[in-house]
């Protein structure tokens, strides 16, 4: 699991599962972190859309979110510096 070492994210007491690996990123570097990476991908499908409400985003990012498949993500965010960790 990446974390992006923000300074409000923070906890005192975690209990982490053996499988789990914590790769900690610098703090300040939104260019590291592959949510940012998808999130820009998905971003591409809004552009110059004009939503006349939140249901109305909703529904279309549902729609975005469902339309991504595994190696889709994977292609994305699979840096090489994560899957070697």
Not at 2 to 17: C, F, P, T, V
Not at 27 to 47: C, G, H, M, T
Request: charged share 20%; proline share 4%.
């Amino acid at each position: 699991m990446q974390l992006d070492n923000g300074g409000l994210h923070k906890a005192l007491n975690l209990n982490i599962a053996e499988n789990v690996i914590l790769l900690f990123q610098p703090a300040l570097s939104p260019q590291v972190n592959p949510i940012e990476r998808l999130w820009q991908y998905i971003k591409e499908d809004f552009k110059w859309i004009n939503f006349e409400n939140i249901e109305e985003l909703q529904n279309a990012l549902t729609k975005s979110l469902n339309k991504l498949t595994q190696k889709v993500v994977a292609q994305i965010t699979g840096w090489e510096f994560i899957v070697n960790a």
